[in-house]
């Protein structure tokens, strides 16, 4: 599914992550940015030991930040590493931190010259954060940033199974109003 935010695309793909041809790629890291399971695992199998270096150089990022590396072996020239919240019921502003680790992911990106970018789905394996309040979430925080900087004109989202890719769909169509088909 895509659709268009002013000049920009906004589309959701169901597939892997590791293998997108976007200039950056965002990966769902812990704090410690010592690679893990999940999307992180994947990301630094495929891109190899170099942006481990980076992440080790780097030391860590507090939950809702993001940081830079290259991509490494990956067809993406950069790897954005952002750290989600743990869901811990959503009373411990959950919502914000995963709206930051979206926007903060944007900016250092925009930094970098970057002009697209894919996400996974940021917090919704390992740290147990319910799918359909994270894509919502996630979509509106994009929308939001898409809205306000034309410079970035590609953001996809790689969703990892049917189930996720159904979540951001019907979120998605949910959220469309000001937004039109392409
Ligand atoms: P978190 O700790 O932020 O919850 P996880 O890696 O456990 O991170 O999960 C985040 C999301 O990434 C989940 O929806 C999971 O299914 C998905 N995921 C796992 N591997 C990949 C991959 N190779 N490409 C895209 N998404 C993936």
Redesign the pocket.
């Known amino acids: 599914m895509r659709v268009k935010i002013n000049n920009s695309i906004l589309e959701l793909v169901e597939g892997?992550?590791?293998q997108q041809d976007t200039e950056a790629i965002v990966n769902?890291a812990n704090s410690g940015l010592r690679g893990g399971?999940?999307?992180?695992g994947?990301i630094h199998r495929a891109g190899g030991p170099q942006i481990m270096e980076e992440c080790r150089k780097i030391g860590g990022c507090p939950t809702g930040g993001a940081v830079i590396t290259t991509g490494g072996r990956l067809k993406a020239r950069y790897v954005v590493h952002t750290v989600?919240p743990i869901y811990h019921g959503g009373g411990k502003g959950e919502a914000e931190l995963l709206a930051s680790a979206y926007r903060n992911s944007l900016t250092i990106a925009l930094d970098k010259g970057v002009g697209s970018i894919a996400f996974?789905?940021?917090?919704?394996?390992?740290?147990g954060?319910p799918l359909e309040e994270a894509a919502r979430i996630a979509l509106k925080a994009v929308i939001d940033f898409l809205n306000e900087h034309g410079e970035i004109t590609l953001i996809r989202f790689?969703l990892?199974?049917p189930a996720?890719y159904k979540a951001y769909a019907d979120e998605l169509k949910f959220l469309k109003g000001s937004t039109k088909k392409v």
């Open positions: 892997d992550i590791t769902a399971s999940g999307v992180d994947a989600g996974p789905s940021i917090s919704t394996g390992a740290y954060y790689v990892f199974g996720a």
